[in-house]
């Protein structure tokens, strides 16, 4: 596995990947086999609308130039944030709460960032039809518009509902709002970051493309149902695809995704299973960014990969002064997500926000991928309201127009301990500057349940490499308030033929350490960015 990285400075990022926080836009390579494998819940009758039908949409929306879709009234586009939220839903409109079905479907009104609408269509027993827009759906408070709205006004997108935690209440599940952006949750939980469709050109100096969901397709569920089929139509200028989405509310909430892409014409990067998260400050940074009574702001604290290798890899999260990309280089990965492990109250004292509720989310791809990368962009953020991550797969080889891509994966939204880790893991990272400014400590706190069986004696070791500086010191102790073992060495930063001529210049340190017992791996391996 390769690891590789890229750092640039703020004044060259020429690309929109702030997204407004609760105002933001939340909220492989397995042929499809014509219909030959569905996933549970999936509309597969030969009567029936289905996937197939999105992906000859698609396919034939691919052969035509792109063209942008048509505007909101003006009006609706200048109204403000609490405006566009004095908008409420009226839940007695729910979809298919008059057939008291397990689901139930709300809908998000145009208007303020959300200036182009979706189609939204139902799939029954009768067929397809449209849901209509119609101002009578809503509750519009101290706003005085809705005699201006015309029933082909459309709608910004939807939530769907079911009872995830009481069977008396039908809590908000998945969100689909914005582009191509949605989000979830497992039992228990607040919403924190999002995910979408597709990435584009992410982090590139020519700018990002943001492809979004036109259509979609909902197919009515059944009395017993306890999944629930979508479907959706992407459209951008560089390509088309389809999607369908089968989505298990639970603990945690289970997402089925496949998908076929048609690009109309070449891309340089293609960004699959993009996720979307927020690292304002952590317990690995010395000094917060802003006087705060908050020992900790964040979404998600890590990046957790699989390798198809059977290493697993922890890249603790951070707020770069300037734009930070790094990537791994991989074969069939087994997985990779952005996690929120630290769950402690305590470490965020946050009556609001309840970051330590936050979902992380695991992808699973469904059969192989092949050679590519995972990529980490990390942002620089004064805010708790930006989502300065992002992270995506990137397959090493994207067809040439005409040839459709497809692929298919699993995304778990929960609690970190919905993955089944073989080894001990990173519960905590820190890092202290010490008088000389090339020379830095780290302390890991690895913890398992084996880890914590070994007496203070064991011949555990730690395997500690560093690029671009040198370990100077190590040493490794039994933590018993944490269960585990802490690692702390210092590295001394070397000095390159470009840092001597400008000081800082010079490339981040990689740090990688993990810990091993004779020729047995205990724990996964921590990876580190320090931009010094």
Not at 395 to 422: C, D, R
């Amino acid at each position: 596995m390769k690891i590789h990285h890229t750092f640039l400075s703020r004044g060259k990022a020429a690309f929109p990947l702030f997204w407004f926080r609760g105002l933001h836009f939340l909220l492989l390579c397995a042929a499809v086999c014509s219909g030959a494998f569905l996933f549970p819940g999936a509309v597969h009758s030969n009567n029936m609308f289905g996937y197939e039908d999105v992906v000859k949409e698609a396919s034939s929306l691919s052969q035509k130039p792109f063209e942008e879709p048509a505007k909101i009234p003006e009006f609706l586009q200048k109204i403000t944030y609490d405006q566009w939220r004095g908008i409420r839903f009226n839940p007695s409109e729910s979809l298919w709460r008059s057939e008291q079905l397990p689901f139930e479907v709300q809908f998000f009104h145009p208007g303020w960032l959300y200036d182009r609408t979706v189609s939204v269509n139902i799939i029954g027993p009768e067929g397809v039809k449209p849901f209509q827009f119609s101002p009578e759906l809503f509750h519009y408070g101290m706003n005085q518009f809705k005699d201006q709205l015309s029933a082909d006004v459309g709608f910004a997108g939807f939530r769907l509902h079911y009872p995830i935690n009481t069977k008396e209440y039908r809590d908000e599940v998945i969100v689909f709002l914005g582009a191509s952006y949605f989000r979830s949750l497992g039992a228990n939980q607040s919403f924190g970051l999002s995910s979408r469709g597709l990435a584009i050109n992410t982090a590139m100096s020519g700018g990002e493309e943001f492809p979004y969901f036109k259509k979609f397709w909902l197919a009515t569920p059944d009395q017993a149902s306890e999944s629930v089929t979508v479907y959706a139509l992407l459209d951008s200028p560089s390509l088309t695809g389809a999607y369908e989405f089968v989505i298990h509310p639970d603990d945690p909430t289970t997402v089925d995704v496949r998908l076929t892409i048609f690009l109309r014409k070449e891309i340089k990067k293609l960004g699959i299973a993009a996720l979307n998260s927020m690292f304002f400050y952590g317990e690995n940074t010395n000094t917060r960014p802003v006087d705060d009574f908050r020992p900790e702001v964040h979404d998600s604290d890590g990046l957790l990969i699989a390798t198809g290798a059977g290493e697993w890899l922890w890249r603790p999260l951070i707020n770069p002064k300037n734009l930070l990309v790094t990537s791994f280089q991989l074969n069939n990965p087994k997985g990779f997500g952005l996690f929120q492990r630290d769950l402690d109250f305590d470490h965020y004292q946050d009556l609001e926000a309840f970051y330590q509720k936050r979902p992380s989310v695991w992808i699973t791809p469904r059969d192989n991928w092949g050679e590519g990368r995972v990529e980490l962009v990390q942002i620089p953020t004064n805010t708790e309201i930006n989502d300065n991550v992002v992270c995506y797969w990137i397959p090493a080889n994207i067809p040439k127009p005409g040839t459709p891509v497809s692929l298919s994966y699993e995304m778990k939204w929960g609690f970190p301990e919905m993955i089944h880790q073989p080894f001990g893991r990173v519960v905590g990272s820190r890092v202290h500057t010490g008088k000389e400014e090339d020379i830095k400590m780290y302390l890991v706190d690895f913890a398992g349940e084996k880890l914590s069986e070994y007496p203070d004696d064991a011949k555990i070791r730690a395997d500690v490499s560093v690029g671009g500086g040198e370990v100077i010191e190590q040493h490794l102790q039994k933590n018993p308030y944490r269960g585990g073992w802490r690692l702390v060495f210092q590295v001394k930063k070397k000095k390159s033929a470009l840092d001597r001529v400008t000081p800082g210049a010079d490339q981040p340190l990689e740090l990688r350490a993990f810990l091993r017992n004779g020729d047995a791996v205990l724990t996964e391996t921590w990876t580190y960015v320090d931009p010094l």
